[in-house]
């Protein structure tokens, strides 16, 4: 039946492509790219992160065509993406409204209770002083998702009708420099692990923003899934994205060195100072990053425990000598293992914000347990150095110029000239 009427809709729009049975192909090869099903190849980029000039083929659906020199993705085509990518957009911008005035989670224990919304839970960081965590959360979780699907929907409904948008390669640059910095499936993440730190102890429950809210984030996900740079561009403007201007070898490298060393510096009180106080009967237990691993790891929670031990231990550590050692081998021009230089360069890209895990159960935390002198919970002073740092990796691996990585030692000899 699924088949059925997929041929039914592509006979309808004159298509008559059997969506579901067109396997996901992959051009490697500058051949395959120039010659694939002896279609003319029709559009020449520049791979974004080594700068390889490649044309293009027309592709087919769930066709992707991959750099030949560092296998990036440099697009990837689905039919009808357009169309879903509104369809999710709407839906996901349903989900978030609906997820913020009922109740988010509730708590009670010994008698007291307490339930808390999104909006209210972003307040109470306030009432601690921690405004600027809280400004973080909001921005992460609400904001920048908010705006980016606002955006996908101006570019693409005015092209269901016929017409342009006003500003349109302005908003897609806009749209995809905000993407690293949504974080709604992190922050889903930290109020798992909260609720699995607490249940110990009280009762906690999940109201109708709660369900709301990962609706909200599956179809987050579903919509950037079927967002790419290139077919994007190529609707709203007829032309692929332009060619990445040559930047200044010499001033990546040292703008990634100041941000990895303000990084460490920070490192050092992320990990020493508590990352929250927790008040139990007027007792004053302070907690850090690794004494709440341990605690996870004592309880019972193994999973949870290894999670938070990779994504705030081991990951933030990794990431800042994964990109040390990048740094400093474009900086000397090193000219072997590119394709694992390159492959750890994604890792640390891909992996960096997953840190803001232990942040955001932190934040859940405080907003959620305040129950006076029988149980509170107050952040830590090495919430706002972690958030930093995360902040920072992830400044630096975006000032980091992957390129350099393949420019034959030309990067070298700029530093030598200047």
């Known amino acids: ?28 090869s ?36 991959l750099c030949p020199r560092c296998g990036f993705n440099l697009t990837t085509y689905r039919n009808d993406a357009s169309q879903r990518i509104i369809a999710l957009a709407l839906c ?15 708590f009670s224990a010994k008698g007291q209770y307490q339930a808390v919304d999104i909006l209210g839970s972003m307040l109470i960081l306030v009432e601690q002083d921690y405004a600027l965590l809280a400004v973080l959360q909001v921005l992460a979780i609400l904001v920048l998702p908010g705006c980016i699907l606002l955006g996908l929907l101006y570019l693409l409904l005015p092209l269901r009708f016929g017409l342009r948008p006003a500003l349109g390669p302005a908003v897609a640059k806009v749209i995809f420099a905000l993407l690293p910095w949504t974080m709604t499936e992190i922050f889903l993440i930290g109020v798992l692990v909260s609720l699995i730190k607490i249940t110990s102890m009280a009762d906690v429950g999940m109201g109708p923003s709660f369900y709301a809210y990962i609706m909200f984030t599956l179809c987050m996900t579903a919509t950037l ?3 790419d740079k290139h077919q994007l561009m190529v609707l709203i403007t007829s032309r692929p994205p332009e060619d990445h201007k040559k930047s200044n070898p010499s001033q990546s490298i040292q703008t990634t060195w100041a941000l990895l ?3 460490i510096l920070l490192y050092i009180p992320a990990n ?11 007792n004053d237990q302070p907690s850090t990053i690794l004494g709440g691993v341990i605690l996870l790891w004592q309880m019972g929670s193994y999973p ?50 997953w840190s803001m895990v232990d942040v955001f159960v932190v934040a859940v935390l405080v907003s959620l347990i305040q129950l006076g002198n029988i149980m509170s919970i107050h952040p830590g002073y090495a919430a706002l150095a972690f958030c930093a740092v995360v902040i920072l990796t992830m400044l630096a691996a975006m000032s980091f110029d992957s390129r350099l990585i393949w420019s034959q030692g030309q990067n070298k000899q700029s530093m030598n000239t200047e």
């Open 272 to 282: 020493t100072l508590p990352i929250m106080h927790t008040s139990l009967l007027g």
């Open 261 to 263: 060393a303000t990084s």
């Open 92 to 106: 996901a911008l349903i989900f978030l409204l609906a997820s913020l005035p009922f109740e988010f989670l509730s």
């Open 1 to 28: 039946m699924l088949l059925l009427a997929h041929l039914v809709y592509d006979f309808v729009n004159k298509k008559l492509i059997l969506l579901t049975c067109l396997p996901t192909q992959t051009f490697m």
């Open 304 to 353: 949870i425990a290894v999670v938070i031990f990779i994504a705030s231990v081991f990951v933030p550590v990794a990431k800042l000598c994964i990109l040390c050692w990048l740094n400093y081998s474009v900086q000397v021009g090193l000219q072997v293992q590119n394709k694992q230089r390159i492959f750890w360069y994604r890792m640390t890209e891909f992996v960096g914000r």
């Open 30 to 65: 500058e051949e395959i790219l120039q010659h694939s099903s002896g279609r003319a190849a029709t559009t020449q980029v520049n791979c974004h992160e080594c700068d390889y000039a490649v044309t293009l083929p027309e592709l087919q659906h769930k066709q992707r065509a």
């Open 225 to 227: 899934l079927h967002v």
